[in-house]
């Protein structure tokens, strides 16, 4: 069984930062791609910042310039990081990690984390 559990979300003011952490657990082991999606009341679930492999990130538009995805390389460590710089209001969402890795057996998979709330308002 693979965990994902996301931390980090909070209410923060328009222009403010916030860096939501997602921690994979359990029998993962290797990871092919990683991501955060988010998903706004009334809105479906979108894709935000992606790491497919070794390959550079990708990035909605809406974020570009302003959120930087990354890993924890270390060994043994399935960490993503999603630093949110200048947030606006329209930020405003659940936020979701997505791996997509081998689990037991080297099975590969899709893993979810529960979702971390982020309010950017004044």
């Known amino acids: 069984q693979v965990q994902v559990a996301e931390s980090g979300g909070g209410l923060v003011q328009p222009g403010g930062s916030l860096r939501l952490s997602c921690t994979a657990s359990?029998?993962?082991?290797?990871?092919?791609?990683v991501a955060w999606y988010r998903q706004a009341p009334g809105n479906q679930r979108e894709l935000v910042a992606r790491?497919?492999?070794?390959?550079?990130?990708?990035?909605a538009d809406s974020v570009k310039d302003r959120f930087t995805i990354s890993r924890d390389n270390a060994p043994n460590t399935n960490t993503v990081y999603l630093q949110m710089n200048n947030l606006k209001p329209e930020d405003t969402a659940v936020y979701y990690c997505?791996?997509?890795?081998?689990?037991?057996?080297?099975?590969?998979?899709?893993?979810w984390g529960r979702g971390t709330q982020v309010t950017v308002s004044s």
């Open positions: 359990g029998s993962l082991l290797a990871i092919n791609t």
């Open positions: 997505y791996i997509r890795g081998y689990g037991s057996g080297w099975l590969l998979d899709n893993f």
């Open positions: 790491i497919i492999g070794e390959s550079s990130p990708n990035y």
